[in-house]
């Protein structure tokens, strides 16, 4: 257990639909990025935040959103979804720079 | 805008034979350097990190990776692989600045053989 809880782990929905993808950071860490990986584009950044806000953003599409809660838990909304947004989804938390990231074991989102 | 390659996308050694990956990367400021290993339906572990202290950089499963700035290198190597090391391996790199974002390479997935 990395201390980096991701639910759920296996997620299977409709093109066209939303769903909602959840995640607990590691106690103490501010920090919580998001990351898609796919057989075709590798591990791609999507955003970060820190502590409620967002910090950086990378190839995050607008059918997707995040926020981080007051109790440092996010989410990830992906929204109208299409089959190429099947992929592994990976929540990571870190404690500030130089640290790395702890990540958690990921969302598996099938789109059929 | 910093990077990172990884060269080969497959590597296959026999098991006790040397394990070497190779990542190069890019970076305009001093670098932060990392190691990720992933097995299979698992998230990323960290393996080792580079933070400016010492250059060559002692990891967990007996991985060690060495920073070459006027390479501008970091390849991670294994004295001896054993077949529990049959894994992704990505290499990442973040800096100051940038909100401690990694960028990660593309990976490279080794195979040991008996």
């Known amino acids: 257990d990395s201390g980096v809880t991701q639910t759920p782990k296996h997620l299977i929905t409709a093109t066209g639909q939303r769903v909602t993808l959840r995640c607990s950071p590691r106690?103490?860490?501010?920090?919580v990025y998001w990351y898609q990986q796919s057989l075709d584009q590798g591990l791609q950044f999507l955003i970060q935040?820190?502590?409620?806000?967002?910090?950086a953003k990378g190839n995050i599409l607008e059918r997707f959103s995040a926020q981080q809660f007051p109790d440092l838990h996010s989410e990830l909304n992906l929204s109208s979804l299409e089959l190429g947004d099947s992929a592994l989804y990976f929540c990571?938390?870190?404690?500030?720079?130089?640290?790395?990231?702890?990540f958690g074991s990921g969302t598996r989102l099938t789109v059929v | 805008a910093q990077s990172v390659t990884q060269l080969g996308s497959h590597v296959s050694v026999s098991e006790g034979a040397l394990v070497l990956l190779r990542c190069n990367y890019s970076s305009s400021v001093p670098p932060y350097l990392f190691w990720y290993v992933q097995y299979p339906n698992q998230g990323l572990q960290l393996l080792l990190k580079?933070?400016?202290?010492?250059?060559l950089v002692k990891g967990i499963n007996g991985f060690e990776a060495e920073f070459k700035k006027s390479e501008t290198s970091f390849h991670l190597t294994k004295p001896s692989a054993h077949m529990s090391d049959a894994a992704e391996y990505f290499c990442a790199v973040s800096g100051p600045g940038g909100y401690n974002k990694l960028i990660f390479g593309a990976g490279t997935r080794l195979a040991v053989h008996p």
């Open positions: 580079y933070t400016s202290a010492a250059t």
């Open positions: 990571a938390s870190s404690p500030g720079q130089g640290y790395g990231y702890t």
């Open positions: 935040y820190y502590n409620g806000e967002e910090r």
């Open positions: 106690s103490g860490d501010l920090s």
